[in-house]
């Protein structure tokens, strides 16, 4: 009898990819090289840019669209015939941080109304562990009145895929995959090896694979926690952090973490995740809500010292013009999501700082949508300080010249990534 792997192979069955942001457009279509698929999204513009061979996230390029068998669709009725779903929408936080299931479920929904027997239903988004069975499944039952794992199965295979990052592909980072039952975990572990070249890992359940991915991240946030703790500490000795993490770092097994602003949808979201089920078990996750704390105050602690520069120049803050250079979440992106330099902003603001804020990637109407403020159309100086909050190449290459030509006589150079401290030999210079 022949498998649903088999049929998908052959072209007899159909794949469907829920959500094609950056993360579900690259997984449909690498598939779409190898079977037929249906890449799904509710929003109709970005089904037209992807139908006219363009990524709305930025991150592919047209060659990427050419010989796929994919057809986009915004419609519901493009799924009935499909027989293994994967889902890759967004799992956000809301303002209290607390775990924001709404697309997760809505993509839930729409794929519940349209399964059938011996479906196949593949979770990607980052969730909690237990969320796939106890928050997904129970909405596929009722909507489809189908048994799990009896009638349908479901999966779970955690993304890896890294924003910007072209060497870190889907096709080149190890895939963890599981199933519900031993039949399930193998299919759907090699349909993944169709478009994985280094391999899947087969986790031993749905659980053990979401709590897989959640701790990826939650272990970068920890990390970069204690690094942004250390150059607070450094910053009131007067030595730089990076300059001690350079002498550390000279130890085989010293673990090279740098500080910074921790945004974006990955590190700063998902440790949220874990607390909140951790809290639900009746246990309170210090270390990890510590380092949450620690990381979401960095924009403001970045501004403050800022101003406090500022001000040590005989300055008022209220007539000091600043520019903030950077505006996504972190270099070479154009993603705006959850970008801490938002508080940065917000923080320079209530010193009544007059800001411009600049970016080459960023688009400027999802920037004023998102966060309130409008990017500079260029850089005007003299400025009393400036802050490279994010290190696109763009900003990268200046030279200490031109950071002079753009500050004041006594103006401030904020370096949060230290890429310039070797560059900087007269300008009054502060870095993380």
Known sequence: MSTLYDRLLKKDAKLAVIGLGYVGLPIALAFARKIKVVGFDINQKRVDMMRRGEDPSNELEASEFAGTDIHFSADINDLKDVEFFIVAVPTPIDSQNIPDLGPLLGATRTVGQVLKKNDYVVYE?????????????????????????????VGYSPERINPGDKEHTLESIIKVSSGCDPESAEIIAKVYELVVKAGVHRATSIKV???????????????????????????RMGINTYDVLEAAGTKWNFLKFQPG?????????????????????????QIIDAGRFVNDSMGGYVAKQTVKKVIATGTNPADARILVMGATFKENVTDIRNSKV?????????FSCTVDVTDPHADAAEVEHEYGYKLA???????????????????ANKDEAWFKAMLKPKGVLVDLKGVFRKKIKELNYWSL
């Open 377 to 395: 159309p260029e850089m005007k100086g003299p400025y009393d300080a400036i802050v490279v909050a994010v290190n696109h190449e763009e900003y």
């Open 261 to 285: 602003l921790v945004g974006g949808h990955c590190i700063g979201v998902d440790p949220y995740y874990l607390v909140y089920k951790a809290k639900e078990l009746g246990y309170h996750a």
């Open 125 to 153: 988004s980052t969730v909690y562990p237990g969320c796939t069975e106890e928050d997904c499944v129970p909405l596929l039952e009722r909507l489809s009145n189908l048994a799990y794992v009896k009638d349908f199965k």
């Open 342 to 350: 938002a508080d940065v902003v917000k923080e320079l603001q209530s």
């Open 209 to 235: 694979a979401e709590a897989a991915k959640i701790i990826e991240n939650t272990q970068r946030d920890v990390n970069i926690a204690l690094t942004n703790e250390l150059s607070i500490i450094f910053n």
